[in-house]
């Protein structure tokens, strides 16, 4: 290696190429230039002419220049030139590096390995070879073992597989091995990545390492050092974090961030350690709507500072500064189970007690008051005790028996929280001994149709009680109360007054848990405290004098808990690896986190237990003082900076405008030629050109683009096709049939499942529709097929429904819907299509009928009263042939009911209007009509415009009757 | 341009033929009774005839080079020699056309033709069918041995690089016809003064071969004195068959060639008689 100031050559002897540049100077001098070409029609006249000057015509200098500068440059890129180089190794041995890869190597890992591999590098530059020592157990359990020597490269792979591990190395362990590796005398160069903190084993170590080789000892800076996070105490309210640091030196920013199970952030804050602080508990302010969804709490170190002044640029600098943190690994994590987020809470309350309305009742106002504070169970005294609660509310409405008392008496002991209601029941029991101050019988009221007395307001809270701090500026009055017997410790057990001063919340502490009264009723029978804010932030905080509530799940004490979740040595929730054994329940507080229980969530899924790596470790000190000789430095990355790679892009660049310079001066470049004859200028103009070029390119494809996409914009918009969308199975979809049923007068008829019928159908209303156009303002669209099972009915005036024996039944959804259609306005004409053979009497196909309309909501029938609107909505007609006549046309009576504007929902006939309506695609009829003749085709036609006028304009017609008499009116 | 062609120079100052009052002469016997101008000769006793000038039309043979040599630009912005041999071509036929010559393409095999339609004619031989006349590829740059009727003018367009001894015989043959006429040679400014600098390969445009030049600049001289003398042979030879040689550079406007050519052909040519003499 050669080193010249900041540069060095790793490959100096192959400079000695510099030394071929004179060569290649005259040799480009020599050789003439390839000429460029010139087309000459005068060209007869040169022939023969012979040059004055016999020296060949050379290359310009500076094109000459512009090649031995980039030859120079290839053989300084071959020369492997280094910025900056790494100082070389002590010794001439191996290179050992012991790698501490426990909890506390998590931060800035990458960093880590980055040093460690140019470390490796630089080894492999010496030709030594590399032996690497990890202190940490494996997964498997298995102590440390050294590595045999390998060569760098296979070196830099291996530091690339390490990751930290979650949980402490062993440097006992690691030192035994080093032992065994025998290494003395190797005069090794010998590089400890540690983690920056103490441990046992740690000073027999580094005398160990020093006795083998020069020791060098690499250790984190302040702001990535190792931390501990030691989530609070279960069941209290504030959610403070407790930081340890290993020293306490100087001032140190941390970042706390609350993540969900998925690791997405819930809340960050930061907290900041003053100089001569080990610990910090910073109360993380988390919403509480999201609090139950806290599962871990990292600790992380800010990015680098921002030095930043105020204002935006400030703003932006911390959200860098934020996105860049530093997680600080598993033992900065702090992790939370249910029994921080869960607060089930109990209303005792029996359904077949409960009397009163449901609305106004205690446990309503309980419920809405209380969702938001926990998890809300209602049930019996008994099964809520069972079930584990963090407090129990009791309302006066619901009443307890002894037995039940009993239960709640204990469960308080053990450290329940049971908050009573007063109220009329209360008010005339006798001696209650479940209160925490005894009571006056009958209460007292305060406001009543009998009293002067105005309502009283709420006075003051108790400095002791968890109301202390409580903002009372409510609204909230207590009409009634109960009034405690005075005695000398009332003003002890009273946390909440009224402004005349008589206690309205009392408690007492009975064992581990508390009993509170709250002298009013929990709804608004006595007070309008129900009413307000304060008595939700109350019952909050009645709530969190409970402790938490582990699940209960079943099963022994000391049942197994498999690992769910753990965390990784970077402190992330993953998939718990294979090698994580169960923890028994009873043991999870004190089980040794190593490979075989790394920290995470143990448990199943529903109810998981959190195993925390940070209150197991006691042994928190920063890495001793090393004795004099040991080197000491940080993991700052390498500076050392390979140029290689830009001195080959500089020639391929310089060779780049060779080539370009060389085709302009042959004349060869297109566009180019005015450029050939400046000189100089000509290369320098060239590339600039060529720059321009690239530089153009890009642009030129992206308006390309942009016009290719405006152009497929275009056309989509508006297609007509969209009315015919077709779905997989051949039916228009859902949109379509919208909108083809709705973009147009649209007559439509129930599908029987009988592909003849349904085509008659269609033929016929296509025919109709066609009269309709003809002769009425009616547009009517393209006839529709419907399935009354499926389709919406509601865009259809009229559904003509013929109908045959096959029809399947309908389904309750069918049925409903067609009742809405008729209820809404529409009409159905069935259709039995059997006149010639029933003439007038029931027939398989009035079977049909019946047994499709069952459950439809069919009014009274009556024959088409010859007054009837039908008969002269459009025509005036009295009979209403179809393809056969003589058939009976059946109404709603008209009058039953006012829906509908009076028109008629249901007709029933017989007479195949279909088929004397159909026609085929050139116009023509389908069907004779019986017994014949245009008449009485027109006729049906005619009764079609008049069924189609009476179902689309309603009584319009009925009302024109009364015109003359209006007129008669109007006249007088 | 177009109206100083316009006047009268295609007069014959002699009676004959022609739509221009020239003199009135007395009757004399031979005189047919239709030729008396009564009007005049009312005015007298004796009868006047109407003599008009004679105005004969001069046929005028036009050629251009169609040689590979003349598709040839040295720079972006001036015309091919070709392109403007044939501007210049069209230019003088329009022209001629305007003073009632008949005008013919040479190598076309066309009569002499007069008006319009013999312009569009020529164009449409000229720019819709330039290789349709393969005789004008394989002449390289020579008009061809036509004959052409005595005493008829020709007015040949190309760079006449060819050998001077080449178009000095051709020229002779016309000569020996009476054909009068000009030579226009349309060159690039490239091939006066060979601008081109350091190692250079030249290239025939009509597969006369390559020549490789190591330092042109210093041929410059040479060059110059060469194409010198190529034109003063080229000036013998027409001055031997009585024509006229033109030169034309591309970079120049086609106006002042045309200008030029007109002089030429109607007044300074010293054989301008012969257009008198028909």
Redesign the interface.
Known sequence: MLTLGPLAFLQPWLLAGLLALPVLWWLLRVL????????????????G?????KT??AAPWWLILLRLLAAALLILAIASPVLNPERGLDGEGPLVLIVDDGYAAAPAWGDRQARLASLAEIAGREGRPVRILTTARAPDGAPPEISDAMPAARAVDAIDALSPKPWPGDREAALAALQAASLEGAQAAIVWAADGLDGPGTQALVERLTAIGALSVLTPDDRLSPLLAIPPRAGVSDLAVTVRRADAQGVREVTLTARGPDGRPLARQSARFEAGEREIDPVLDIPRAVRNDLAAVTVEAPGAAPETGDGVADEAARQAAERVATPLGPAATALFDERWARRPVGVVSDAGRDVGLALLSEVYYLDRALAPVGDLSRAPADILIRSGQTAIFLPDSTPIDAGERAQLQAWIEEGGVLVRFAGPRLAQAGDDALTPVALRRGGRQLSGALQWTEPAKIGTVSDFGPFAGLDLDSEAVVKQQVLAEPSLDLEQKTWMRLEDDTPLVTAERRGDGWLVLVHTTANTEWSTLALSGLFVEMLQRLTELGAGVASAAPGAADRPLAPVQTLDGFGRLVQAPVTARPIPADQLASAPIGPAHPPGFYGTETARHAVNLGPTIEDFRPFPETPPGVARAGYAPAAERPLAQWIYLAAFLLLLLDGLVTLV?RGQAPGL??LSRGRAGGGVAAAGLALALLAVAPGGAAAQNALDETQEVGPGVGQSSDLDARGPDGRLTDEAFALRAASATTLAYVRTGDPEIDRISEAGLKGLAMILRQRTAVEAAEPLGVDVREDDLSFFPLLYWPVTDGQPTLHQGAVDRLNEFLANGGTILFDTRDAHLSAGRMSAASDGLRRIARGVDIPELTPVPPDHVLTKSFYLMQDFPGRWTGDTLWIEKPGAASVNDGVARVLVGGADFAGAWAIDDAGRPLFPVSPGGDRQRELSYRFGVNLVMYALTGNYKADQVHIPAILERLGQ | MAATVAQGVHGRRRVGMGETFWQYRPFEAHDAASAVDWRRSARSDSLFVRETEWEAAQSVWLWADASASMRYASGRRLPMKGDRARLLLLASAALLLRGGERVALMGAEDRPGMGRLALERIADRLLLHPSGDPAATLSLGLPPEERLPRHAQALLFGDFLSPAEEIAARLAGFAAHRVGGALVQVLDPAEEALPFVGRTRFQGMEAEGDLVVGRVESLREAYAERMTAHRAALEDACRAAGWRLLVHHTDQPPEQALLTLYMAMAHDDPHSARFGAG
């Open positions: 003439p230039p390839a000429p460029k070409t010139v087309r000459f029609p005068a060209i007869r006249l040169l022939f002419l012979e040059s004055p000057e060949p015509d001066l030629g005015a």
